[in-house]
C-alpha cells in the first residue's frame, strides 16, 4: 500500500510539473506571437508573467519584454528587463541603448551617462554608443549657448570632443563660437581678436577634412568655414 501512494504521489507531481512547464511555454510562445503581431501590451504582459515565474532566467525574452515595456511607455519596467539582459551578456550593444534610453525618458540624466560610460568600458569602440555619448555633450552644449553661457558651452562641446575627437557638431560649435568672439573683437582689441581666431582656426581646420561635398548641409558648413579661414588668415 505504502508503494502504491508513493507512486500515486510521485505520478502526480510528475503531472503537476508538465503541466507547469506547458503553461510557462505557452506564454511564452504566446509571448512571441503578440510581439509579431506587435501587440506590445500583450506581448509586456506574457513576457513579465513568464519571467516572473522563471525567475528572470531567460536573456531573451527579458530582451524583448524591455523593448515591448518600452513601446508602451514603461521606462522603469524597461530598464529593469534590459538590465537583466545586461547582467546575462545577451546583445550588449541594444540593451545598452535600450536601458539609456528608458533612463532618458525618466529624465535621469546622470544614469543615463553612466549608463553610456558603461557600455563602452562593456563594448569597446561601439560607435554608436560612442555618438550616443557624445551627443548628450553636445546638446548639453546647444541648451548652453540658448542660454547665453557660452563658457559652459564651450566646455560641453569640449567634452562631446574628448569622447568623440570626429565630432562635427562640437567642431563646428566650438569653431563658430570662438570666431564669434573674435569678430566682435577686431575693432577694439585685435590682438586679442586673433587670439580667438586661432583657437577658432584649431577647430575649423580639423573639421574641413571631415566634410563632404555630396552632402548638402556639410558642403554649407565647408564653405562657411573655408570663408572663415580665409578671413583669419588674412588678418596680419
Keep these: 500500500m505504502k508503494k502504491l501512494i508513493l507512486s500515486l504521489a510521485l505520478c502526480c507531481a510528475s503531472t503537476t ?34 519571467l516572473n515565474q ?15 515595456a518600452d513601446k508602451i511607455k514603461k521606462p522603469a519596467d524597461a530598464v529593469k528587463y534590459f538590465d537583466i539582459a545586461i547582467q546575462k551578456k545577451y546583445n550588449l550593444v541594444n540593451a545598452y541603448i535600450g536601458k539609456a534610453g528608458a533612463l532618458k525618458d525618466l529624465k535621469k540624466n546622470d544614469e543615463y551617462v553612466a549608463t553610456l560610460k558603461e557600455a563602452i568600458e562593456a563594448v569597446p569602440g561601439n560607435k554608436k554608443l560612442v555618438s550616443m555619448h557624445a551627443t548628450y555633450y553636445v546638446n548639453q552644449g546647444i541648451m548652453a549657448q540658448r542660454a547665453k553661457k557660452n563658457d559652459a558651452a564651450v ?8 569622447i568623440q575627437p570626429e565630432n562635427l557638431n562640437a567642431l563646428n560649435s ?28 584649431k577647430y575649423i581646420e580639423k573639421m574641413l577634412p571631415l566634410l563632404s561635398d555630396s552632402n548638402a548641409a556639410q558642403k ?6 573655408t570663408t572663415m579661414l580665409n578671413y583669419i588668415n588674412s588678418l596680419k
Design 54 to 68: 522563471t525567475n528572470n532566467q531567460d536573456s531573451v525574452i527579458a530582451f524583448n519584454c524591455g523593448i515591448c
Design 155 to 162: 566646455a560641453a562641446y569640449k567634452q562631446a570632443l574628448d
Design 174 to 201: 566650438l569653431s563658430s563660437i570662438y570666431y564669434t568672439k573674435g569678430a566682435a573683437l577686431v575693432q577694439t582689441d585685435l590682438e586679442k581678436a586673433k587670439t580667438e581666431f586661432a583657437e577658432a582656426k
Design 17 to 50: 510539473f508538465f503541466a507547469q512547464e506547458a503553461d510557462l511555454a505557452k506564454l511564452r510562445n504566446d509571448g512571441i506571437a503578440a510581439l509579431e503581431a506587435k501587440n506590445y501590451e500583450q506581448a509586456y504582459t506574457n513576457f513579465s508573467s513568464y
Design 220 to 225: 554649407k558648413i565647408k564653405g562657411n568655414a
